[in-house]
């Protein structure tokens, strides 16, 4: 469900225990020479080293809005009024582009600046970042993963990195200990510590999903792991976790896949949980419910937080609905939802230009009457996934290359805003709610977007189009990728909502 990490549609199999190690290696070093590409460690290294070389930062305005993209961070700036767009990557059926761009944008005169600083770190897409207002501003980024052009080779980063607004400089900060390799994780910054929890690492030969939690203090600079009492949730990636004043945090949601035997489960997770500290001892506990509104299980949301930092605003995402034994419909999400993060409840969101002119009594629904989407239970299906869109339980926009996706409200009227999609950037800034990219899914096509939104939440009146989506590019992979490369069933298929 989501990001494909290879192509390969895989029916319930799984790689034949009698391919060892040795002989993968083999052929992906055959598969690297027939691509032409390097060894993707190299390729890592050898970015590092000449992004090294710069001596001094350089910073410009863009022309053009930033390029489609997706698994990238959107940050809120400690101090002044920007919006901080780190990484992300770019796919269009047959090739991947990862990206270390650090952009800043203002939305006071809507311009988009770039700024190239010392030692960055290398390309990534599915970190986490966070910014403090300590030491006149940071960015600490963690995490994630660089994908070669080919997709045939994935690296998942351990790196941990801190940006000086005011030096205009990057620093790799090399300490013992943390998290092992991942992306699709999620971090929240609880006071001066940095808590990463969940994620996935996938080496093309095992794919392993966790449920462990680290601290990072950022005034001792150590790393220390946290082992909370309590039962924990199921490892996942894709989560939504967000900060619950300086010393819990909530989880929701997520996905993750289990292997059976011969038989692997994708899992999309709808539970709710609370991780929190008292007196120095962490503890997890399930929360039930959260509510009339609870969405169906759902991966890939974005999540921000708004002041006073009691409500996040929640977005998009993917829910998967079985229909075979084999195969899956994913339903991209449009809604915009309220979670009050300490009561753990949710509220539907409903803006003036979507509110009825004159309502009917007779046709009011409570949310008594209502029925609560938090009834629908995870499924669990044997394969991959076959997307599909729904908006308002209306038939889904057929999606082709080369047009716009127009959407309406289901009763023909135009709507505003960001149409479905999974895996987009949003932040709150000065009581302003932003939403950038994403990737929108039909079948097998993945459309990166590059439109961008923005909603004052005091008015909640109508969203305001900041960049227009352009008329999707042409995918150039095959519209079915499942009938390629049958002997490659050895090879797993990954895909993530990260």
Request: include cysteine; charge should be negative.
């Given at each position: 469900?989501?990001?494909?990490?290879?192509?390969?549609?895989?029916?319930?199999?799984?790689?034949?225990?009698?391919?060892?190690?040795?002989?993968?290696?083999?052929?992906?070093?055959?598969?690297?020479?027939?691509?032409?590409?390097?060894?993707?460690?190299?390729?890592?290294?050898?970015?590092?080293?000449?992004?090294?070389?710069?001596?001094?930062?350089?910073?410009?305005?863009?022309?053009?809005?930033?390029?489609?993209?997706?698994?990238?961070?959107?940050?809120?700036?400690?101090?002044?009024?920007?919006?901080?767009?780190?990484?992300?990557?770019?796919?269009?059926?047959?090739?991947?582009?990862?990206?270390?761009?650090?952009?800043?944008?203002?939305?006071?005169?809507?311009?988009?600046?770039?700024?190239?600083?010392?030692?960055?770190?290398?390309?990534?897409?599915?970190?986490?970042?966070?910014?403090?207002?300590?030491?006149?501003?940071?960015?600490?980024?963690?995490?994630?993963?660089?994908?070669?052009?080919?997709?045939?080779?994935?690296?998942?980063?351990?790196?941990?990195?801190?940006?000086?607004?005011?030096?205009?400089?990057?620093?790799?900060?090399?300490?013992?200990?943390?998290?092992?390799?991942?992306?699709?994780?999620?971090?929240?910054?609880?006071?001066?510590?940095?808590?990463?929890?969940?994620?996935?690492?996938?080496?093309?030969?095992?794919?392993?999903?966790?449920?462990?939690?680290?601290?990072?203090?950022?005034?001792?600079?150590?790393?220390?792991?946290?082992?909370?009492?309590?039962?924990?949730?199921?490892?996942?990636?894709?989560?939504?976790?967000?900060?619950?004043?300086?010393?819990?945090?909530?989880?929701?949601?997520?996905?993750?896949?289990?292997?059976?035997?011969?038989?692997?489960?994708?899992?999309?997770?709808?539970?709710?949980?609370?991780?929190?500290?008292?007196?120095?001892?962490?503890?997890?506990?399930?929360?039930?419910?959260?509510?009339?509104?609870?969405?169906?299980?759902?991966?890939?949301?974005?999540?921000?937080?708004?002041?006073?930092?009691?409500?996040?605003?929640?977005?998009?995402?993917?829910?998967?609905?079985?229909?075979?034994?084999?195969?899956?419909?994913?339903?991209?999400?449009?809604?915009?939802?309220?979670?009050?993060?300490?009561?753990?409840?949710?509220?539907?969101?409903?803006l003036a230009d979507q509110r009825p002119v004159n309502p009917s009594p007779q046709t009011k629904i409570t949310?008594?009457?209502?029925?609560?989407?938090?009834?629908?239970?995870?499924?669990?299906?044997?394969?991959?996934?076959?997307?599909?869109?729904?908006?308002?339980?209306?038939?889904?926009?057929?999606?082709?290359?080369?047009?716009?996706?127009?959407?309406?409200?289901?009763?023909?009227?135009?709507?505003?805003?960001?149409?479905?999609?999974?895996?987009?950037?949003?932040?709150?800034?000065?009581?302003?709610?932003?939403?950038?990219?994403?990737?929108?899914?039909?079948?097998?096509?993945?459309?990166?977007?590059?439109?961008?939104?923005?909603?004052?939440?005091?008015?909640?009146?109508?969203?305001?189009?900041?960049?227009?989506?352009?008329?999707?590019?042409?995918?150039?992979?095959?519209?079915?990728?499942?009938?390629?490369?049958?002997?490659?069933?050895?090879?797993?298929?990954?895909?993530?909502?990260?």
């Amino acid at each position: 469900m989501g990001k494909k990490k290879n192509k390969n549609k895989v029916s319930g199999a799984v790689k034949t225990a009698a391919k060892t190690e040795k002989k993968l290696a083999q052929k992906l070093k055959k598969e690297l020479a027939n691509l032409g590409e390097e060894d993707i460690a190299k390729v890592i290294a050898e970015i590092e080293r000449e992004e090294a070389k710069r001596a001094a930062a350089t910073e410009h305005i863009l022309s053009d809005p930033p390029s489609a993209r997706a698994y990238a961070s959107l940050t809120p700036h400690p101090i002044s009024n920007e919006l901080i767009l780190f990484g992300g990557e770019y796919h269009d059926g047959q090739k991947t582009v990862v990206y270390n761009e650090l952009l800043f944008y203002n939305p006071s005169n809507n311009v988009w600046r770039q700024i190239k600083a010392p030692g960055p770190p290398p390309p990534r897409s599915a970190h986490q970042a966070v910014a403090t207002p300590a030491n006149k501003g940071e960015l600490w980024i963690f995490g994630g993963e660089f994908t070669s052009p080919s997709e045939t080779q994935f690296h998942h980063y351990k790196d941990l990195w801190c940006f000086s607004f005011a030096d205009k400089k990057w620093e790799k900060v090399a300490v013992p200990g943390g998290p092992s390799p991942r992306s699709g994780h999620r971090a929240v910054l609880l006071g001066r510590r940095l808590l990463v929890f969940g994620g996935y690492a996938d080496d093309g030969r095992d794919c392993r999903y966790f449920d462990d939690v680290h601290a990072f203090c950022l005034d001792t600079r150590t790393w220390s792991k946290i082992e909370p009492t309590g039962r924990a949730p199921a490892p996942r990636s894709a989560c939504l976790m967000l900060p619950i004043n300086n010393d819990s945090l909530l989880v929701y949601g997520g996905f993750s896949r289990t292997r059976e035997g011969r038989t692997e489960r994708a899992l999309t997770h709808g539970d709710m949980w609370k991780l929190s500290c008292k007196n120095g001892s962490w503890a997890w506990r399930a929360v039930p419910g959260g509510g009339a509104y609870a969405p169906l299980p759902r991966a890939g949301l974005a999540a921000a937080l708004a002041p006073p930092h009691a409500k996040a605003y929640v977005f998009g995402g993917v829910s998967d609905v079985e229909e075979t034994e084999e195969e899956l419909r994913g339903e991209l999400s449009d809604s915009l939802q309220l979670l009050d993060v300490e009561a753990a409840r949710w509220h539907q969101v409903t803006l003036a230009d979507q509110r009825p002119v004159n309502p009917s009594p007779q046709t009011k629904i409570t949310s008594e009457e209502k029925t609560p989407e938090s009834n629908i239970k995870p499924v669990t299906v044997v394969t991959d996934e076959v997307f599909t869109m729904q908006l308002g339980g209306a038939s889904a926009p057929t999606v082709s290359s080369g047009e716009v996706l127009k959407l309406d409200g289901g009763d023909g009227t135009p709507r505003t805003g960001p149409g479905p999609r999974m895996s987009a950037m949003m932040a709150v800034q000065r009581s302003v709610l932003y939403v950038y990219g994403g990737v929108l899914e039909k079948d097998d096509k993945q459309f990166y977007l590059s439109d961008m939104y923005s909603l004052d939440l005091h008015k909640l009146s109508e969203w305001r189009t900041l960049i227009q989506q352009p008329p999707l590019p042409a995918w150039l992979g095959s519209d079915s990728e499942a009938d390629s490369d049958t002997d490659t069933a050895d090879s797993d298929s990954g895909s993530e909502s990260e």
